[in-house]
T-cell receptor, first 111, second 117 residues
Framework: AQTVTQSQPEMSVQEAETVTLSCTYD???????LFWYKQPPSRQMILVIR??????QNATENRFSVNFQKAAKSFSLKISDSQLGDAAMYFC????????FGAGTILRVKS | GAVVSQHPSWVICKSGTSVKIECRSL??????MFWYRQFPKQSLMLMAT?????????EQGVEKDKFLINHASLTLSTLTVTSAHPEDSSFYIC?????????????FGEGSRLTVL
């Protein structure tokens, strides 16, 4: 079974600084999707960024970028120029058929 | 586009009663929908995969007789918590996969908070 591991229960970052959230996963598949979702206190799941496994180029969405290392099965999220609104729970997720989530990382942004 | 609506947002019921939660894809067809359960400060745990016109596929450890899932149309899936008990109190979230223009992304409802007294 596929598993997703987020080893950082909590992270803190100063406003305007950069932070990286870690994620590793385990799969025997070669074709799949990886995602980072943000869950603010409202609990609405918000897609931050998506990566297709067959694409070598790392996905980027404005201040958010990933470091996708397929051989190492690693998928970290970098948030640049952190803003107060970035504070939330962040989930790394893997999808082949089902979407499987990691345990989550609480991100705190200090002003 | 790609909006998923979940109803009700919150519900309180007495122990022993049944509660139905609806998940609708408003502007797209969803052959497949997924139901998740989330406890406070924890991750989303997949309960079952709902396929239009067929029986749901439940994850290991999820009681199919307690959590009834029906996916009668391409835009609606329902989760019924039967004979609810306080331990069923949780946050339930549905998500839908777009049948056409599938990018692998799942679109999530707003979630439903169930409290069983």
């Amino acid at each position: 079974a596929q598993t997703v591991t987020q080893s950082q229960p909590e992270m803190s970052v100063q406003e305007a600084e950069t932070v990286t959230l870690s994620c590793t996963y385990d799969t025997s598949e070669s074709d799949y999707y990886l995602f980072w979702y943000k869950q603010p206190p409202s609990r609405q799941m918000i897609l931050v960024i998506r990566q297709e496994a067959y694409k070598q180029q790392n996905a980027t969405e404005n201040r958010f970028s990933v470091n996708f290392q397929k051989a190492a099965k690693s998928f970290s999220l970098k948030i640049s120029d952190s803003q107060l609104g970035d504070a939330a729970m962040y989930f790394c997720a893997y999808r082949r058929n089902k979407l499987v989530f990691g345990a989550g990382t609480i991100l705190r942004v200090k002003s | 586009g790609a909006v998923v609506s979940q109803h009700p947002s919150w519900v309180i019921c007495k122990s022993g009663t049944s509660v139905k939660i609806e998940c609708r894809s408003l502007d797209f067809q969803a052959t497949t929908m997924f139901w998740y359960r989330q406890f406070p400060k924890q991750s989303l745990m997949l309960m079952a995969t709902s396929n239009e016109g067929s029986k749901a596929t439940y994850e290991q450890g999820v009681e199919k007789d307690k959590f009834l899932i029906n996916h009668a149309s391409l835009t609606l899936s329902t989760l019924t918590v039967t004979s609810a008990h306080p331990e069923d109190s949780s946050f339930y979230i549905c998500s839908a996969s777009r049948t056409e223009k599938n990018t692998g992304e799942l679109f999530f409802g707003e979630g439903s908070r169930l409290t069983v007294l």
